[in-house]
């Protein structure tokens, strides 16, 4: 066998590694919440979630959020403008798209809750995406989630 045809052996053990992302819009493109899952090496059993704050042009930053099971859901909720909880398990992190900056894993629940659930980050039909929360009934059609 040729020497040259040993990455074509190699491209499944490459296929069962996990590059994606799906995102949040707030309002538009330009400002997002995108949670990025990342699996380097095939026999990993756990994927690195990180996300991506955006508001653009005024800033952009990546936080790693932790290591989890690739199927595990990320939900997103909103306590207040511009400030955001991200929910891994019994994990809770707040992000802000105000500065991009802040980013925190919370010890203690919100002293004002969780807030308003927009949706959760999770594997539907093979493919990682966001899917919006259902809006509860008589709720402000303008207030939905993007």
């Not at 020497?3 to 491209?11: V, W």
């Not at 932790?66 to 398990?89: C, H, M, N, R, Y």
Request: aromatic share 8%.
């Amino acid at each position: 066998m040729s020497p040259r045809f040993l990455p074509l052996f190699l491209l499944p053990l490459l296929a069962a590694c996990v590059n994606d992302g799906a995102a949040y819009m707030v309002d538009g493109p330009q400002h997002a919440l995108s949670v990025v899952r990342e699996q380097n090496l095939f026999w990993e059993k756990q994927v690195e979630l990180a996300v991506v704050v955006s508001r653009l042009p005024d800033c952009q930053r990546k936080h790693v959020i932790q290591k989890a099971a690739p199927s595990v859901p990320v939900e997103l909720w909103q306590p207040g403008p511009g400030t955001f909880i991200l929910q891994v398990g019994q994990n809770r992190y707040v992000t802000e798209t105000r500065t991009c900056q802040g980013f925190a894993r919370m010890t203690e629940d919100p002293p004002g809750g969780m807030g308003e659930k927009l949706g959760t980050y999770a594997v539907r039909n093979g493919v990682f995406t966001f899917t919006p929360a259902a809006r509860a009934e008589g709720a402000d059609p303008s207030s939905s989630a993007r």
